[in-house]
């Protein structure tokens, strides 16, 4: 092993280097902080990282650890950047120590990365597809918390810095670890510092939603190095014994890139340098014959793996004996630096140019000799990244049938660590290896680095495995085409679809596409319905002998089936398959499914007005969940708890509700798909609550992550209603046109459809389209499932009653609030929430003082800000009309506080417009943007509280005096008042300028 002679001088990096400082002061004094380095290739942001940590270790006790993340295929490679640091801390620590800090179940959790921690052998092979799994219900929750508990022992000896280079590259796994770690880290002394690209990124990177997540955080700071100026050019070239007056030249046209920098001062001469990748192997042609053959070859393998051990390099190079001697020059020259026990590119581009350039018999020789040692030695690799560096190499190798068994075997490792999204890829990757003949050779005593060399499964095996992969990452689209390929192979095997155990494995096929058509905004009741026909009926007699497997498919299939017509309103026929379903599946003793069928169960009682008997459901459905380890149908029963805590009017419990079902989903890889739906149940709590910008917070976050189209549907709906809530009419409308076009013009699911028409309904009245509110309120009134759905019924005949209002004198209002009169006195309000909302509609629909007030008292008892304002504001317009003005004020002054607060401009204006017009005091808010004008506005409208003129006010403000016209106009629509004077009026009793 080689060290470098002497590391260039790092330039220009004071004040980056400063705020790193500070910011490593405050995380050992104040907490845990995380920084995000950014900035272009080449920009220089590992150069002052190493500047940093070097020292840091210089002249203080902390420790850095580092992880990079991979280039080619970092799919492959779940939590890379994360096994390498913890790595380098275990060999700092040692093994003991290691153990005694992580405990029994941490060790089992790392072993996988630290198998000296666990004797416990790790087979590579994929397990059949067709024989369930037997998985760790917890296995990725608890390899979180291992890491966290490691870093945060580590960091009570000294404080550390966990370093993750090159985040644009980073898995998923990855990628939500970083985010676990950065929201759960409490012991001082933690930094976490991430390198990554601000450019050359397409709009749809997953970096830019894990940068808004981690950014929303709070303890999150940015630094992003500046390009060098032309004088730490100059100074550059000085240091390195070069003619700085080239530093111009090399300054134009670098553009204070450090890395083209150093690029075209190695090319030398006048001429313009050719592009970039032959700048950067300037100084790789420069090296001697021998020393560019161990560069190029470290290329073959730094593609795959970003750093090549020195053992590796040498098994592939065994004919170089002065291969030390050659590694120093490349060193030198800056193309290598060490790395731990290898080496690694100075730069990615560097390394991706250096291997581009290699002839494609070459390359393809390199990788089959590193597949070759790594098959031969597998201790040459840590053995999480064996199978899928093997893939990798085979496959750039034009090895087929090696590359597709280390494929699957890799997917297998990503689906044990909970990675569903890279599992996806590799079973991708293995489908698309799958050779023309359909039957793959066998295995390869080589291919399998000490593992059993059997053939891969069949094609419609792996198709089925990445359509449930696809389930759990959130990929419906890509899912329900692996599966329909599934089936089809399915439909052609010789023994046909009526042997049972062809039977049984279509009807679950039918059951996973079932699932994904739903998540992409599709009914999917024809597959259900399918797969349930496809098995015969199980005997429900309790001493019948039948045959268990059959039994337990059967079940889950009803519990399934069971579930999907309950969210598409289907009641009756959804209690009687949840009732056989779970007497079923108690019989067949799966918990799963019993836990599936409960759900259903539990939604049916809180339905009907039994919210005891639907948390005791619930309960019982989350034990059961978690003994089987079935992640989603866990997260599926957090969400009808919520839901339950919401009907019971226990918005405060349905949020905590929800952010423990968020975070166990997140946990469980399910972040991007089931728990999207607990992210909207969230932000829908949050909304009934007050607290608008956690609310939108918890849907951005959730909406980042791609999730499936009806998932994205909901999340749109609950940013609609928020902007709508907040007077920004035009984003409501887009979300809410967004929305519609995601679900298919067929889809009855009137759990997720309702809101959705409330909204429309709403943006149309806020818009002042009133022909197209009247047809949304006919069309809501025709669904004869209405009234299945109170809950979210309730809601819409209140917008509907406003909508009626609005539309008088036209005759069509007539016969709407007909139907909505008949609508509120038959719906059933079983529980409190139902209960406010039919006190509101009586509210509306009377002009007595009594019904105001109950719509008050039973908003108040809720604690729900917006709809409780609304009915104190028709309170106080009721006070007034019997002249009792004192409790009109008072009422005004509570509405305009909630108002105020929440913010609710609307309803702000309201109040305001109210007290002018009756000369009532209320408690100003903060200046005129309680009114939701610019700060431009608030200056024209003191000027005309003042009398001035237009032509006054754009002397003043110097602006013409149409500009201020526009002001003016804008100003009085926003206040709804048709004059200058009533402006003026409402501004004095606002006591806005005072």
């Not at 940590?53 to 799919?75: E, V």
């Not at 760790?136 to 979180?144: A, E, I, K, W, Y």
Request: charge should be negative; include cysteine.
């Amino acid at each position: 092993m080689i060290t470098p002679s002497r590391p260039a001088p790092l330039l220009a990096r004071s004040a980056e280097l400063r705020a790193l400082a500070d910011a490593h002061a405050h995380a050992c004094a104040a907490g845990p902080l995380t920084v995000l380095v950014g900035g272009e290739a080449g920009i220089g942001k590992t150069r002052l990282v190493e500047e940093f940590t070097t020292h840091l270790a210089a002249h203080t006790d902390t420790r850095a650890y580092l992880g990079g993340c991979l280039a080619l295929g970092a799919d492959s490679l779940p939590y890379a950047p994360f096994a390498a640091l913890l790595r380098a801390l275990a060999r700092e620590f040692g093994t003991p120590w290691t153990a005694g800090a992580l405990g029994p179940a941490g060790r089992r959790a790392l072993a996988p990365w630290l198998p000296e921690l666990d004797g416990t052998p790790h087979p590579h092979a994929l397990d059949d597809p067709r024989t369930p799994p037997a998985p760790d219900p917890h296995g990725r929750s608890r390899l979180f918390d291992a890491v966290r508990t490691l870093v945060e022992a580590a960091a009570a000896h000294h404080p550390v810095v966990l370093v993750v280079e090159d985040l644009h590259w980073a898995d998923t796994s990855s990628r939500d670890l970083l985010l676990y770690l950065a929201r759960t880290l409490t012991r001082p002394g933690v930094l976490l510092l991430a390198t990554h690209r601000s450019t050359d990124l397409p709009d749809d990177h997953p970096l830019h939603p894990l940068l808004t997540a981690l950014t929303r955080l709070g303890p999150v700071r940015r630094v992003d190095p500046a390009p060098l100026r032309r004088a730490d050019v100059a100074r550059w070239l000085a240091d390195h014994g070069l003619d700085p007056a080239r530093a111009e030249e090399i300054h134009r046209r670098s553009q204070g890139n450090p890395l083209f920098v150093e690029a075209l001062a190695d090319a030398g001469g006048p001429a313009t340098p050719v592009p970039l990748r032959d700048l950067l192997l300037t100084a790789l042609r420069e090296l001697p014959d021998a020393a560019r053959q161990v560069v190029r070859a470290a290329s073959a393998a730094c593609v795959v793996e970003d750093t090549v051990g020195h053992r590796l390099l040498t098994a592939v190079l065994p004919d170089h004996a002065d291969l030390d001697q050659w590694l120093r020059q490349a060193v030198e020259r800056r193309l290598l630096q060490p790395d731990g026990d290898g080496y690694r590119f100075r730069h990615a581009l560097l390394r991706a140019a250096v291997h581009e350039d290699l002839l494609p018999g070459e390359r393809a020789r390199l990788h089959a000799a590193y597949a070759r040692a790594l098959a031969a030695d597998p201790a040459l690799a840590a053995p999480d990244r064996l199978d899928a560096a093997l893939a990798a190499h085979w496959h750039a190798a034009g090895d087929r049938p090696r590359a597709l068994a280390a494929a699957a075997r890799a997917a297998d490792r990503a689906r044990r660590a909970h990675a569903y999204a890279e599992q996806l890829a590799l079973l991708e990757r293995v489908l698309d290896l799958w050779p023309a003949d359909g039957h793959p050779a066998g295995g390869h005593p080589d291919t399998d680095a000490g593992t059993d060399a059997a053939a891969p499964p069949e094609r419609a095996d792996v198709a089925a495995a990445a359509a449930r992969a696809a389930l759990d990452a959130g990929q419906a689209l890509r899912g329900i085409a692996h599966a329909t390929t599934a089936l089809d192979l399915l439909d052609t095997t010789p023994t046909g679809p009526a042997a049972p155990p062809a039977a049984a494995r279509r009807a679950l096929l039918l059951e996973t596409r079932s699932l994904l058509k739903h998540r992409a905004g599709q009914d999917g009741l024809d597959d259900l319905r399918e797969a349930v026909r496809a098995l015969p009926d199980t005997p429900t007699a309790p001493d019948t002998p039948t045959d268990a497997p059959a039994v337990a498919v059967r079940a889950r299939l009803l519990a399934t089936l069971a579930s999907r017509l309950w969210v598409l309103t289907h009641h009756h026929e959804a209690l009687g398959h949840a009732e056989t379903a779970l007497h079923l599946a108690r019989r067949a003793g799966d918990p799963g499914v019993q836990a599936l069928a409960l759900a259903t169960l539990a939604a049916h009682a809180s339905h009907t007005g039994n919210p005891h008997q639907a948390r005791a459901h619930c309960d019982t459905a989350a034990r059961l969940a978690a003994e089987a380890g079935d992640d989603d149908t866990a997260a599926l029963v957090a969400v009808v708890a919520c839901v339950t805590h919401k009907a019971d009017g226990r918005y405060e419990d349905a949020a905590t509700a929800a952010r423990h079902g968020l975070d166990a989903a997140r946990r469980a890889g399910l972040a991007g798909s089931r728990g999207a739906v607990l992210a909207a149940v969230l932000a829908d709590a949050l909304t009934h609550l007050g607290h608008h910008d956690q609310a939108r917070t918890a849907a951005e976050d959730a909406l980042a992550l791609d999730p499936p189209p009806l998932y994205r549907a909901v999340l749109l709906t609950c940013l609609g209603t928020l902007a709508l809530t907040a007077d920004d009419t035009g984003a409501a409308t887009e979300a809410a046109a967004h929305a519609e076009r995601l679900l298919t013009p067929h889809y009855t699911g009137r759990e997720f459809l309702l809101p959705l028409h409330d909204l429309q309904l709403r943006t149309a009245l806020a818009t002042g389209d009133h022909t197209r509110a009247a047809h949304l309120l006919r069309t809501a009134l025709a669904d004869p499932h209405l009234a299945d759905h109170p809950a979210l019924a309730w809601p819409l005949a209140h917008t509907g009653l406003f909508t009626a209002q609005a539309l008088h004198p036209d005759p069509v209002a007539a016969g709407l609030t007909t139907a909505l009169t008949a609508l509120v006195e038959h719906l059933p309000a079983p529980g409190p929430l139902q209960q406010a909302h039919r006190a509101s509609c009586r509210a509306l629909l009377s002009t007595e003082a009594a019904a105001q007030h109950a719509a008050v008292t039973a908003w108040r008892a809720l604690a729900h800000p917006h709809p409780l304002a609304e009915a104190l504001l028709r309170a106080a317009d009721a006070a007034l009309a019997t002249g009792e003005r004192t409790a009109a004020e008072e009422f005004l002054r509570e509405a305009d506080a909630l108002a105020t607060a929440l913010p609710a401009p609307a309803l702000t204006r309201h109040a305001a417009r109210l007290a002018a017009r009756h000369r009532l005091t209320t408690t100003a808010p903060e200046g005129a943007q309680g009114l939701g004008l610019t700060p431009r506005e608030t200056d024209v409208l003191r000027l005309v509280a003042q009398g001035h003129s237009n032509r006054a006010i754009g002397e003043a403000l110097f602006i013409s005096a149409k500009t201020a016209g526009v002001h003016v106009s804008n100003i009085l629509a926003k206040l709804a008042v048709t004059s200058r004077t009533e402006a003026a009026a409402l501004a004095h009793h606002r006591r806005l300028f005072d």
